[in-house]
């Protein structure tokens, strides 16, 4: 059999199904995606799938968002990522993953070398998981998109992440939309942007961001200019008032790499 790819999604899957499978891909070898969204797969079946994962060599891309894999699965896909070389996207968004989920995950990805995308959103990971992935990015240099959009991170959540970004020389581009990061956390990220140089995409949509924030995160930007990646921004629905607003033109004739700002509702100039 030559399959390369296998969509189940939207299936009743069993946890002695997802198993089962997993015993599949410790054996195969063709294999590249695997599409299981939406299963109702419950945290045993997810180890059990983990199992074939971490020794299958050839799965490049596996969906399992909308499962409830809870914490005990996402700790079983922390050492599918220590032991897969392969995998290069994981989406597990909205899988019932909270903080010890995503601190035992982040161990996976500071050790793995070959991931480029993952995926977290709608998991309550706050500020806890969000430092934990800030400091697996500090080790990982494959990483090139990372969406933690509504996680439930605060502030210091963003700090935590917010300093590995800045050692980071690999990601490209960070979604944390819906997020409560504030002006403290736009003002960590306008620090860590001063150091990297590889960020090209930064969604930062309904993060309560008011007008100083804008201001120290727009400075931040416009003082790297020589280095900054940035080429997409968005900022919308934050109330960055007047301060921001002209904080924002500023960088605009700074910024040269910037070709995309959205900046949509709750303006309050």
Do not use: P
């Not at 891309?61 to 050492?79: C, P, R």
């Amino acid at each position: 059999v030559s399959l390369s790819s296998l969509r189940l999604a939207h299936n009743t899957i069993s946890s002695n199904a997802a198993t089962v499978l997993g015993f599949a891909l410790k054996a195969n070898s063709t294999l590249v995606k695997l599409d299981l969204g939406y299963c109702q797969i419950a945290s045993l079946g997810c180890v059990g799938l983990s199992h074939g994962l971490g020794l299958n060599s050839s799965l490049t891309e596996i969906h399992l968002a909308s499962n409830w894999m809870g914490d005990e699965g996402a700790t079983a896909m922390m050492t599918v990522l220590k032991m897969n070389s392969t995998l290069v996207k994981l989406d597990l968004g909205y899988c019932q993953i909270t903080i010890s989920g995503c601190v035992g995950l982040s161990h996976g990805l500071g050790a793995n070398s070959s991931l480029t995308a993952i995926r977290l959103a709608y998991n309550r990971i706050e500020n806890e998981g969000a430092t934990a992935m800030g400091t697996a990015l500090k080790t990982n240099g494959t990483l090139v998109t990372l969406d933690l959009d509504r996680c439930q991170i605060g502030s210091l959540g963003c700090v935590g992440l917010s300093q590995g970004l800045g050692a980071n020389s690999s990601l490209t581009e960070i979604r944390l939309a819906y997020n409560k990061i504030g002006d403290e956390g736009a003002t960590a990220m306008g620090k860590a942007l001063k150091t990297n140089s590889t960020l090209v995409k930064l969604d930062l949509a309904k993060c309560r961001i008011r007008g100083n924030g804008c201001v120290v995160l727009c400075d931040s930007l416009c003082e790297a200019a020589c280095t900054v990646a940035l080429s997409e921004l968005s900022l919308s629905q934050n109330k960055i008032q007047n301060n921001g607003a002209e904080a924002v033109q500023k960088m605009l004739t700074v910024i040269t790499s910037l070709t995309k700002l959205h900046l949509k509702g709750e303006l309050d100039l």
